[in-house]
């Protein structure tokens, strides 16, 4: 077996084929086995990427219990998470959860505490933590082009999570009206909802982009549709410190934005005391203006170096170097987005205004 043997747990979430492409691409890894109940559901990874009999479980306990691996990859429901951490951590894996971190304040403190006892390293996966134009933005913040950021506008989303499988492939709106009754996505016992998948990212790149900074309060508000249990719509403001940020999330764009952005663009504005930065998803630039020169600048992404370019390419090395997880996969900084993700929830089921949720 390769260096580093990678186990994917659970087909629940669409991004499991994407992880374990970016498995098969690295050097050093390999797929050691795949776990999920339902074996229809491994079944196009199987064809995939040619995985062998020995090597799939619809048994967790022997899928863990495979010789080699040392890490798991956890894409089960979000309402899961904690609970599924709770099984690995005793066989001694590392674990990477795909966003978002947990359903609860509560359950993303289980997943850390079973962790730490396991003595292993834990990191949670932000697909837009590798767009080289929030690492881009990030570069200029630390430079100090905008000065201290005080704002964070985040819009993002798509036009629903049942349009689309691993690896994009797109889902007619037939076949999603046909999933939509029995789709976790769609169940608040699951952890479905729009806020609850796309707030993640704003709450926790928007902590990483003020330096792990938390909000003093947060207001939110979501969409009630008849007939529809979860939010497809929430829009939520913290109040911190030095200004107020707002964060935006929306299942029902007209276009995905990997394929046609749609207005509102998905992304990030940062508006800083000496100057603001636009940083789009997919854009091969991001928009600086500052004080000093308040004409709107195009500043080329960075490409991004080796080790950071994906979530496998950069858990891996930190296996290897020993070096913390950091940034937007770091669990502590995961957490205060998770707190205000809470907040939102609690916020918008009170229709007030709550202090930040311990």
């Known amino acids: 077996?390769?260096?580093?043997?990678?186990?994917?747990?659970?087909?629940?979430?669409?991004?499991?084929?994407?992880?374990?492409?970016?498995?098969?691409?690295?050097?050093?890894?390999?797929?050691?086995?795949?776990?999920?109940?339902?074996p229809a559901r491994m079944q196009s990874a199987i064809e995939t990427f040619a995985?062998?009999?020995?090597?799939?479980?619809?048994?967790?306990?022997?899928?863990?219990?495979?010789?080699?691996?040392?890490?798991?990859?956890?894409?089960?429901?979000?309402?899961?998470?904690?609970?599924t951490v709770e099984k690995i951590a005793p066989y001694g894996l590392n674990v990477m959860i795909e966003k978002p971190f947990a359903a609860s304040v509560i359950d993303a403190r289980r997943c850390i505490?079973?962790?730490e006892a396991s003595g292993k390293r834990l990191a949670v996966n932000w697909p837009l933590a590798w767009y080289p134009s929030h690492n881009t933005a990030k570069r200029l913040i630390e430079e100090g082009a905008i000065g201290e950021v005080i704002e964070v506008h985040f819009y993002d989303g798509n036009r629903g999570p049942l349009f689309h499988l691993a690896?994009?492939?797109?889902?007619?709106?037939?076949?999603?009206?046909?999933?939509?009754?029995?789709?976790?996505?769609?169940?608040?016992?699951?952890?479905?909802?729009?806020?609850?998948?796309?707030?993640?990212?704003?709450?926790?790149?928007g902590t990483w982009f003020m330096g792990g900074e938390a909000p003093l309060e947060v207001t939110a508000t979501v969409d009630e549709t008849p007939g529809i249990e979860v939010d497809q719509h929430s829009i939520t403001v913290c109040r911190y410190a030095r200004g107020l940020s707002k964060l935006e999330t929306r299942w029902g764009t007209l276009t995905d934005p990997w394929v046609q952005q749609p207005l509102p663009k998905c992304g990030f504005v940062l508006v800083?005391?000496?100057?603001?930065?636009?940083?789009?998803?997919?854009?091969?630039?991001?928009?600086?203006?500052?004080?000093?020169?308040?004409?709107?600048t195009a500043v080329p992404v960075d490409t991004l170096p080796v080790g950071r370019r994906n979530p496998i390419e950069y858990v891996l090395a930190r296996l290897d170097d020993g070096a913390p997880i950091a940034g937007p996969l770091d669990p502590a900084l995961c957490l205060t987005g998770q707190r205000i993700i809470d907040s939102a929830v609690l916020s918008s089921q009170m229709k007030c205004t709550v202090g930040l949720v311990d």
């Open 1 to 38: 077996m390769a260096r580093h043997g990678v186990l994917g747990v659970s087909f629940d979430h669409m991004h499991m084929g994407d992880l374990l492409r970016l498995v098969v691409d690295h050097p050093d890894a390999e797929i050691a086995g795949i776990y999920d109940p339902d």
């Open 51 to 83: 995985i062998p009999p020995e090597r799939v479980f619809t048994d967790l306990e022997a899928c863990l219990a495979t010789p080699g691996a040392n890490l798991a990859l956890v894409c089960s429901k979000t309402a899961e998470h904690a609970a």
């Open 113 to 115: 505490t079973a962790m």
């Open 167 to 205: 690896d994009k492939v797109e889902v007619t709106p037939e076949e999603v009206e046909r999933q939509k009754p029995e789709s976790w996505w769609y169940k608040k016992v699951s952890g479905g909802g729009s806020l609850l998948d796309y707030l993640g990212y704003g709450a926790t790149l």
């Open 272 to 296: 800083g005391t000496d100057g603001s930065i636009a940083s789009y998803d997919y854009d091969d630039h991001v928009t600086l203006q500052t004080r000093a020169n308040p004409v709107h």
